[in-house]
């Protein structure tokens, strides 16, 4: 399979890794403790563990893309930042 349309490198690889895992965590922490009951938060909506993940990849998304405009290339505060908004959205929203 020619896969040469697309930038193959190592960070590709592995943002498709972290997201393969955070879905697979997913599944781990819904077989182990099933439910995870809607709940509503400071969006002022009702959200679900798979709700809330999908919030926290989309908002993590946009603050690479916002670093990268206004900062430049040098990702790893973006990805702490990141990390700090995932935590923030599962807690509060």
Do not use: Q
């Not at 781990?28 to 439910?35: C, N, Q």
């Amino acid at each position: 399979m020619d896969l040469s349309w697309m930038a193959w490198t190592g960070p590709t690889a592995a943002f498709f890794l972290a997201v393969a895992l955070a879905l697979a965590g997913m599944v781990v922490w819904e077989l182990k403790r099933p439910g995870g009951a809607p709940r509503r938060g400071v969006l002022g909506i009702v959200t679900t563990r798979g709700d809330r993940l999908f919030i926290s990849l989309l908002g993590s998304a946009y603050i690479h893309l916002a670093w990268l405009g206004l900062v430049g290339p040098n990702l790893w505060w973006a990805l702490l930042i990141s990390a700090a908004y995932t935590f923030c959205v599962f807690r509060w929203a």
